[in-house]
Each structure stands twice: as structure tokens, then as C-alpha cells.
């Protein structure tokens, strides 16, 4: 390869953040991974194997760090997901493999299979061997995926393993997605999510960063590759829609995570108020009090029942600090040039279920920040815009429509997978997704080129 | 009433004993200074660390088996008898006795296989105020090539023949110890027991290699880069000592009283081998990995088993279990046991149902949940329609059909089924569920009497010839 920084190089690392985002949960060392791995009761046809979207072999894996085989128990994980070091760290656990695990109607503590996963994969990379696979013999077909996040690396290194060139596009200047810049430091630190990448790399995919894909764009890029996989995640963060909305101070969720991960917002304000309970907005809290703030405040339109964040995400918010106000909608933002406060209405529900604001319950927070999280467009309109031909792809609520189980839109040459088609799940569905939609290709490119 | 208040107290061929307890010749037992802290701890006797003429030892010398987690479940070494002068050792015994006459300590001796070399020292011994003598017809490794040690025990002419000088000379009990490294351990006992001996004590170690370095190539315990085949002891080695207690108990020409040595390493252990007819045991590797503390469980536990099963002394309940192990051609063929999985109990990790399918007899189904049995689903057809199963995260508000979804209860389609129609009863399940008291192993009343196979090849039910080819494995 040529003289390319290596992608964990090319980032600017700011150590006092770094400092403050330390591991949620520290790593195992032998000591501890061996007993660990050896309480796994290798279930048959494992209920943690069936609950991971990407379907790891987790007794498989789990059994190999026992016998210390090290390289073979991440070769096994791998094999499965691609991004398992990536999936280790950011997965909700609690309500995938860790929350399908026997263990849990034995002596309840389940085996703790994201801390072996990470340290099966911290292995290999300490190791320095390089990624158990090679790319397959060059068949002379190519891909262009949208988007490098984590749906479109792992459909292209699927796509590498069959022989399939791979052309990852972006419009960020490094690769992983919400995996790099949208993930909680103290959960999946960006350098990591840099290293899973470049080990990925090795398997020849092309990068194009800085680029952002137009409808005149997508229509070269069809006409010059054999398919098209679309991993383009969602758009922006909703706005509230109410007056004030512009001034400097308010922000979102994103935003702000991208910016303290990449280094280029290294403090906040001292009063900050979240809007959205997802888990987004969580960890947006969660960084703005350990980027300095003195009081974080969640807002919400309900109740903490119907918020979407995980139990254990809410749970966490509030060990760290974060303060929550249910049933309050916010309806203007204060301020002369810059954030002074937040207008909000107490919210009631009526008889027939539906919550309206409260008469004279009106009052105003006084902030210095507030961070939207309410939620995300689609890409949607990108594709409405374009040619009579992307006018072919299925939507659904904004949505692209695929068949699950390979990821082909209703227009055949276009893949796609992950948020964009899901809504926004998590890491691993996107993986999940990317992974069976780069067989599904390749499966298809092979029909295709059988007929002629 | 109530029942007497139960003491370890007994006696042992004649050598009053304040509990069971003793340390096994080794380690823990090489000096005065040792013992007399083993004896504070409450260990009611010490086998001393094998006294001959002083020897060199190699290091390393120790290396073991850990199993899962567990450290040293298996453990070896290449240690030699006493490296120390035999003057001093015996002045320490002597020292040992005066200061606690109550406990018992024996010499365990070792020496060239000469009649005046036996003579000498067991008259130094016994001098030096020994309770008994334990003759060292074990030691594997080193003393082996200089004629002694397990050269002599595995030799029945040998081992009757200074078993006899010993006891040409000696006053106290001779305890004679016997090697495993040999196929039928009846042989030496019965050799011992012409010689005269007035008790037996087994087993000493087991040859062994514990493991190889696959980074060095080098085998355990590394020596300069090289090793030797060392003693085998510790828990792994419990079986293996209880079935040959167990062969020397039922055999008349070899029966004596018996010092039950091998994996002992709580109170569980040593009340199986009383059981079995021991009368003390001895304990080495458990001391040496946790110290001679162990002893006051030793003691506590077994006095309250004693007093929940009213026994008052150990002589109540001593060989107990040895009507209990026959030949296998004794035993009841009519009998029928069938697994019963208990649905409340079961976890769902379905290691019963691989087990059955794959290690037994393909009895174990997965087909609660459906309408009819179907016994044609192998565990390949299972493992494949799960690979194929599609899942997602579920977000709670966006999946509201799980999020009321619990872990606690195994969902029906993950718990097996047995048919109990073609269950042999082999038990392979019951011993892979990791939940206690999940499957139990149940009885199936087959009106049929008791018949064993001995009874058949009298009745003349099997063919001629058979008969021969099922003898035991003695
Ligand atoms: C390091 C070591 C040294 C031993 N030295 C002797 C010895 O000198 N004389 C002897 O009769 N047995 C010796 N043994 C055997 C023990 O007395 C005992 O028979 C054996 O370890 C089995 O008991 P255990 O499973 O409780 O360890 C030695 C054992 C070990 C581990
Ligand atoms: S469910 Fe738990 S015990 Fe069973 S294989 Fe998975 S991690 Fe191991
Ligand atoms: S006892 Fe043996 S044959 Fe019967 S169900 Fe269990 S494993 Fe199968
Ligand atoms: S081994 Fe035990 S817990 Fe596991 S499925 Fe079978 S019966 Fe249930």
C-alpha cells in the first residue's frame, strides 16, 4: 500500500477529554476472562447466539478463550461481525446476548459475554497479526456503498472476501459512521473504532472521503459500478420549531458528541438542558456532565415509561448525575444573542389518551445550552430528488424498504441497510444488515452474470 | 435422651489416635518445627517426611493440573525421601514426642534393601520415641533406580521379605505403604500381610507426566529443560484411591488396618474412605496448597455429620459402604431407571439434549411445543433453522410486543423432552444438567425380580463362553 496515514493517526486526541470519557466498563484481564469463559455452559443452539443480530457463536467464541485460543476465539467472532471489537463495546448487552443468557434463570448473573468479546479482540490486536481474512480472487465487479458507517463496512467486507471491488463514499473526513463520531466515548473510544477500521482496510476497500453523493452522483456512480449499496444512515436532528431556535447555545445531540469524540469541543457550559429521552439524548447528558457542566437536565414530553432509552442507559443517567423532567414540552427559547433559557409547558393527558398542555403552567429554565434530541430525519428526500430512477426505491415512513434477508430494495441494482432502512437501531443491527445485504449482492451479481 | 456427644477419638492397630487426621509423609511433615504447628492446628497425627540416608533434590520439583479455573486439581512431583541428616530428623521426633505424647507421630522410613540397614534403622526409629513405622514402598521417581521405593513394592517377594526383617525387630506397628503403579494392588498388600505387617497405608503417588510447554517443548516440571515422570496426587487421584481401599478391604488375604491416603482434602473425602473401612487418613497436597488450617473443618465437619447420623465413633460407621460395591456380575439387571426432566427447574441451555443425541442413545427431544412428537429433527436440522432466524435490537418503543419480555422463565421450546420409551438410563444427561435437581433419574416398575448376571450364567440363560469373557476387571 502506499504511504496512507493509518486512520487512528489522522486524528487530533484531546487527553483531557480522553481522561474524563474512561472505560464504562474495564477490560477483563486472563485472570479474570478464563474463569469467566469457563462458567459459559456452551448451551446448544445458544438462546445468546440467536439474540445477537449478527449472530456470533458465543459459546464458540467463549469456549476458545478458555482453552486459549486466542486468535481462533476472534477469528470466530469476526467471522460473524465484522466490527466485533466496535460491537463489544457499543452493544446493549443487557437486552441482546448478556439478556438471553440461561445464566439468568440459574444463579442470575449472566455470563458476561461483551467484556470476553473485547477481550478476545483486544488480543488479536495487541497480537499484531493481521485480519484473519483475505480477499477473494478479483472477479472484475465493483460496488459503490454510501456512507462508511458501520452497515456499509460490514457489506464491503463481505463484498472483499467474494472478490467484490468495494468504494466506500463519505462526506466526513474518517470512516466509521456513527461508530466514530456519534458513540459515547466511554463506551467505543474513537481511536478504537479507527483501529477496527484499518485492520477492515486491509481487505482492499477503496475510501473516498469528503465526498458527498448528489442525485447526479448516485447516477454515475450506478452507471459505473455493478451495484449500489446505500448505508446512509439518518439526517439531521428534528427541530423544535419554536422562536429562539437559531440563537448560538442551542445544538444537537450529534453535534456535540462528534465534537468532544474529535477533539474539537473540549468543555460545555454550566447549566444544560437535554430535550428527548432516547438514547442519543443520554448519552448527550452524560457527556455534558463530564465535559464540565454543573447541572444537566433531561426534558421529555412523557413519562420515563414510554421514553425509548434503555432501562440501564436511564439508570446510568442518573448515577452520572442527570436530572430528568417528565411531561414538560419546551415552546420558545429566551435569549438576546446567545441561550439564556428555555420556555416550557407541563403537559397533561386527557381522557382520550392524548397529552395536551397544561393551561398557566408555563415557565422558563435558565440554561446555557440546550441539546436537541428528538429524533432524526431520513435521507429520504436525497433520494425523492433524484432522477426518475431512485424514484423506483420503496419508502416507508421515510424509510428505505428492503428484503430483510438481503438487503435489495425494490429497485434491484440498489442495496442498502442500517438506519436508513431501519429507522436507527443500534451498531449491530447496521452490521447485521450490511453483512446480509453483501451476500445478498453478491449473490445476485452472480445470477446475473451466469445469464450472460 | 439425648445421644452421646460423638468423638473423632480411636485406635488405630493399636496406636491411640485423638482424631483421624494425619499428615501424609511429604512436605509438611519435614521437621519438628512443622509438626508441632500441625499438631497446634488439630491434626491428630504426622507420618514423618520419609527419613533414609540424606539425598539430593532437583528444582524445579513440583508442577500440577489446574482444571477450569480451579488451581492444582492434580499434582505432581519428583521429590525424594528427606534431604535432611536421619540424626537430626530423629532427634526432632524425639523432641516432637516429649512435648506432645499425646499425638501419634510415625517414621516413615526408607533404606538400602539390606537386612542390617532395616534393622539399624528401625531400632534408631523407635528409639527416638516413634508411635509406629511406615515403610516407604512407594516412592517412584529417584529412589526406584537405587533399589528402594516402589523398586521394592512392586516386587511382592520383596515386600514380604523386608516387611518380615522389619518386624524381626520392630516393637511398634508396622504400617507398610503401598504403591499404585501396579496393576492389582491386592498383590503387594497380600505380600505385605505374610510379611507381618500390622496395618497398610495407600496409595502413594501415581507415575505421571502433568503436561507439556507447548511454547518450549519441555515437559512439567522443567528441570534444566528437562523432566521425569513424577508422583501423581491431589483430588484427581481420589477415585482411583478409592477403588483400590475398596479392592484391599474386600479381600481377605489382604485385609488390614487401613491408612486412607489420596485427594483427601476435606471431611467429605475422609469419611468416604472410612467408609470404605479405613480407620485415619492422611493428607498431603491439600495441606501443602492451603496450609495445615484445613484440619479445623476436617474436624468440625465430620464430628457434626457424626452427630446428624447419631453415630458416636468413627468404629460405628467405619466400612459401612463396603457391602455396598460388588462385581458387576452381581448386580441387578432388572433394575430401570429413566430420566424425567423437571420443566420448572430447567434453564434451557440444552446440554441434555446434545448429550443424549450425540454421547447416548437419541432420546432427548426438542419437540415440546409441537403438536405431534417428532423424533426426526437431529441437533444439525435445529442448529440450521436457527442460523437462519433473522433478529433485531428490540427498542422499547418501537417494539412493544417485547418489551414486556422477561428472561425469567425458560420459554417452553427451549426445554427437552425424554422419551422415556427409549431411555436406557445411562445417567449421561443428569450429569451434564448444570442445574441441581433438574433431571432426576426415576424408577420404572418392571414387576420384574432380581436377576444379576451370575444368577443367569447359573440358570444357564447364556450362551457357553460368555460367562468367561465377563469376568471383572481384577
Ligand atoms: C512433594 C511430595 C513429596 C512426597 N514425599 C513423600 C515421601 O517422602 N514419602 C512418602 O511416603 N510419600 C511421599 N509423598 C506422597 C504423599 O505422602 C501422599 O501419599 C500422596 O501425596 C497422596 O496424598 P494426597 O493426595 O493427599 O497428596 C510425597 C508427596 C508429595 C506431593
Ligand atoms: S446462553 Fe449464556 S451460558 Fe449459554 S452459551 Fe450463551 S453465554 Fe454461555
Ligand atoms: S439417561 Fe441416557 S439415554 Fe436416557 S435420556 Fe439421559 S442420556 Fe439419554
Ligand atoms: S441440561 Fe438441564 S437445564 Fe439444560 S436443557 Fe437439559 S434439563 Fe434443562
Redesign the pocket.
Known amino acids: 500500500m502506499s504511504e496512507r496515514v493509518p486512520f487512528p493517526l489522522q486524528i487530533v486526541t484531546a487527553p483531557k477529554v480522553a481522561e474524563r470519557f474512561g472505560d464504562l466498563h474495564p477490560p477483563f484481564d486472563r485472570q479474570a476472562a478464563v474463569p469467566e469463559a469457563n462458567r459459559c455452559l456452551y448451551c446448544f443452539d445458544a438462546p445468546c447466539t440467536i439474540a445477537c443480530p449478527t449472530h456470533i457463536d458465543v459459546p464458540g467464541f467463549i469456549k476458545k478463550i478458555a482453552s486459549g485460543n486466542l486468535s481462533g476465539s476472534a477469528r470466530t467472532i469476526l467471522d460473524a461481525n465484522i466490527l466485533g471489537a466496535s460491537c463489544s463495546r457499543a452493544c446493549p448487552v443487557e437486552v441482546l446476548c448478556e439478556g438471553a443468557c440461561v445464566m439468568h434463570r440459574y444463579n442470575k448473573q449472566p455470563i458476561q459475554i461483551a467484556r470476553l468479546q473485547r477481550f478476545a479482540m483486544d488480543a488479536l490486536y495487541e497480537s499484531g497479526a493481521p485480519l484473519p481474512f483475505e480477499p477473494g480472487a478479483e472477479t472484475g465487479l465493483s460496488v459503490a456503498l454510501i456512507g462508511a458507517g458501520p452497515a456499509s463496512l460490514a457489506c464491503a467486507a463481505e463484498l472483499r472476501r467474494r472478490g467484490i471491488r468495494a468504494r466506500l463514499y463519505d462526506a466526513r473526513p474518517l470512516p466509521g459512521g456513527l461508530n466514530t463520531y456519534g458513540v459515547a466515548e466511554y463506551k467505543l473510544p474513537l481511536v478504537e473504532s479507527l483501529r477496527e477500521i484499518e485492520m477492515l482496510s486491509q481487505l482492499g476497500v477503496d475510501f473516498h472521503f469528503e465526498t458527498r453523493i448528489d442525485a447526479s452522483g448516485l447516477a454515475e456512480l450506478e452507471r459505473k459500478h455493478d451495484a449500489v449499496f446505500l448505508g446512509i444512515g439518518l439526517g439531521a436532528i428534528h427541530q423544535l420549531g419554536v422562536s429562539g431556535e437559531a440563537l448560538a447555545g442551542v445544538t444537537n445531540a450529534l453535534d456535540l458528541i462528534a465534537g468532544y469524540k474529535s477533539g474539537s469541543l473540549t468543555t460545555v457550559p454550566e447549566r444544560v438542558v437535554v430535550v428527548g429521552a432516547g438514547n442519543t439524548a443520554i448519552d448527550a447528558a452524560i457527556a455534558a456532565v463530564r465535559l464540565g457542566a454543573a447541572d444537566v437536565r433531561i426534558v421529555y414530553r412523557r413519562g420515563a415509561e414510554q421514553m425509548s432509552a434503555f432501562r440501564f442507559e436511564y439508570e446510568h443517567a442518573k448515577n452520572e448525575g442527570v436530572k430528568f423532567l417528565w411531561h414538560v414540552q419546551p415552546t420558545g427559547v429566551r435569549g438576546d444573542r446567545v441561550v439564556e433559557g428555555i420556555e416550557l409547558t407541563k403537559l397533561e393527558s386527557t381522557e382520550d389518551g392524548s397529552i395536551v398542555p397544561q393551561m398557566g403552567s408555563e415557565f422558563v429554565l435558565e440554561v446555557d445550552l440546550i441539546v436537541l434530541s428528538i429524533g432524526q430525519a431520513t435521507h429520504a428526500a436525497f433520494l425523492f430528488e433524484s432522477s426518475s430512477t431512485f424514484g423506483k426505491i420503496q419508502l416507508e415512513r421515510g424509510r428505505i424498504v428492503i428484503d430483510r434477508a438481503t438487503g435489495q430494495t425494490s429497485y434491484p441494482k440498489f442495496f442498502a441497510g442500517g438506519d436508513c432502512t431501519n429507522g436507527g437501531r443500534e451498531v449491530v443491527d447496521a452490521v447485521a444488515d450490511g453483512k446480509r445485504a453483501g451476500i445478498g449482492i453478491a449473490k445476485w451479481l452472480e445470477v446475473q452474470y451466469v445469464q450472460t | 435422651m439425648s445421644r452421646p456427644k460423638p468423638t473423632l477419638a480411636s485406635t488405630f492397630c493399636g496406636i491411640e489416635c485423638l482424631n483421624p487426621f494425619w499428615l501424609a509423609s511429604a512436605p509438611p511433615t519435614n521437621c519438628g518445627e512443622q509438626v508441632m504447628r500441625a499438631f497446634d492446628a488439630g491434626w491428630g497425627g504426622a507420618v514423618w517426611k520419609t527419613i533414609g540416608e540424606p539425598i539430593t533434590n532437583v528444582s524445579s520439583r513440583y508442577s500440577s493440573i489446574d482444571w477450569e479455573g480451579r488451581r492444582m486439581m492434580g499434582f505432581n512431583n519428583i521429590e525424594l525421601i528427606s534431604d535432611r541428616p536421619i540424626e537430626v530428623n530423629l532427634q526432632e521426633i524425639a523432641e516432637v514426642k516429649r512435648r506432645y505424647p499425646k499425638h501419634v507421630v510415625i517414621a516413615s522410613l526408607m533404606v538400602e534393601s539390606k537386612r542390617e540397614s532395616w534393622h539399624d534403622i528401625v531400632q534408631r526409629a523407635e528409639d527416638a520415641g516413634a508411635d509406629g513405622l511406615e515403610l516407604n514402598f512407594g516412592c517412584p521417581h529417584g529412589m526406584s533406580e537405587r533399589g528402594m521405593g516402589s523398586a521394592v513394592g512392586q516386587v511382592p517377594e520383596y515386600c514380604e521379605q523386608i516387611t518380615g526383617w522389619v518386624k524381626e525387630k520392630a516393637r511398634t506397628p508396622v504400617i507398610v505403604k503401598l504403591t499404585p503403579n501396579i496393576s492389582d494392588i491386592r498383590v503387594p498388600a497380600r505380600a505385605a500381610k505374610r510379611g507381618g505387617a500390622d496395618a497398610l497405608s495407600a496409595i502413594n503417588t501415581i507415575n505421571s507426566i502433568t503436561g507439556i510447554d507447548l511454547d518450549t517443548f519441555q515437559p512439567n516440571p522443567n528441570v534444566d529443560g528437562k523432566s521425569s515422570h513424577g508422583g501423581y496426587c491431589g483430588p484427581a487421584v481420589k477415585p482411583i484411591a478409592l477403588n483400590m481401599v475398596q479392592q484391599i478391604q474386600a479381600d481377605a488375604a489382604s485385609v488390614l488396618p487401613l491408612s486412607g491416603i489420596g485427594g483427601i482434602g476435606s471431611w467429605r473425602d475422609a469419611t468416604e474412605f472410612i467408609l470404605l473401612g479405613c480407620n485415619t487418613v492422611q493428607v498431603c497436597t491439600a495441606a501443602m496448597h492451603y496450609g495445615y488450617r484445613i484440619v479445623e473443618d476436617m474436624q468440625d465437619g465430620l464430628l457434626n455429620w457424626m452427630g446428624e447420623k447419631g453415630f458416636a465413633t468413627i468404629e460405628d460407621f467405619r466400612g459401612l459402604s463396603l457391602p455396598n460395591v460388588l462385581e458387576w456380575k452381581q448386580l441387578n439387571l432388572n433394575y430401570q ?3 424425567r426432566i423437571h420443566k420448572d427447574l430447567c434453564i434451557g441451555c440444552q446440554l ?1 439434549y446434545t ?2 443425541w450425540d ?6 427431544h426438542l419437540d415440546r411445543t409441537a403438536a405431534a412428537p417428532d423424533t426426526t429433527r437431529t441437533p444439525g436440522i435445529v442448529e440450521a433453522e436457527s442460523a437462519r432466524r433473522i433478529s433485531t435490537t428490540p427498542i422499547p418503543k418501537l417494539d412493544a410486543e417485547t418489551s414486556g419480555r422477561t428472561n425469567a422463565i425458560t420459554p417452553l421450546e427451549r426445554i427437552p423432552r ?3 420409551d ?9 450429569l ?1 444438567c448444570p442445574v441441581e435437581n433438574c ?1 432426576t ?1 426415576e424408577r420404572i416398575d418392571k414387576d420384574l425380580p432380581f436377576e444379576s448376571w451370575e444368577e443367569r450364567v447359573a440358570k444357564g440363560l447364556v450362551p457357553t463362553g460368555a460367562s468367561e469373557v465377563m469376568s471383572t476387571n481384577t
Do not use: K, T, Y
Not at chain 2, 454421547?359 to 432427548?364: S, V
Open positions: 431407571i429413566v430420566a441434555c448429550a443424549c454421547g447416548a442413545h437419541q432420546c432427548i425424554v422419551d422415556e427409549h431411555c436406557v438410563g445411562c445417567n449421561l444427561c443428569s451434564v433431571i433419574m
